[in-house]
């Protein structure tokens, strides 16, 4: 059974710092190019951060320099350390894996025919 859990979401000041977690099972991670992306209410998902399967990066330029994404394949885990926080940070934060090598461009991983979702996890930074 396929299962995407992200964790620690929550509130944070302006200027704070929160680590997020996606952990995954039911299928080999490693294989897949994985991201996060955000939504607000009435907008369009976004893409934050992407990891292809070499290690390589890509994060959209309002997070460049705060945010890092990272992937520890032992633990079939992403994560997104997001540092200095500001309030447009504020969303719903959704890992995925999609099912390609990659590569991860644009802050995010390239379309696939099989993708897999979390269900999200709240970050909410307070001015």
């Known amino acids: 059974q396929v299962q995407v859990v992200e964790a620690g979401g929550g509130s944070a000041p302006s200027g704070g710092s929160l680590r997020l977690s996606c952990t995954t099972s039911g299928f080999t991670s490693s294989t897949y190019c994985m991201g996060w992306l955000r939504q607000v209410p009435g907008k369009r998902r976004e893409g934050v951060a992407a990891?292809?399967?070499?290690?390589?990066?890509s994060y959209r330029d309002s997070v460049k320099g705060r945010f890092t994404i990272s992937r520890d394949n032992a633990k079939n885990t992403m994560y997104l350390q997001m540092d200095n926080l500001k309030p447009e940070d504020t969303a719903m934060y959704y890992c995925?894996?999609?099912?390609?090598?990659?590569?991860?461009?644009?802050?995010?991983?390239?379309?696939?025919?099989?993708?897999?979702w979390g269900r999200g996890t709240q970050v909410t930074v307070s001015s």
């Open positions: 990891v292809d399967i070499d290690g390589n990066t």
């Open positions: 995925a894996a999609m099912r390609t090598p990659g590569p991860a461009t644009g802050a995010v991983c390239p379309p696939a025919s099989t993708a897999y």
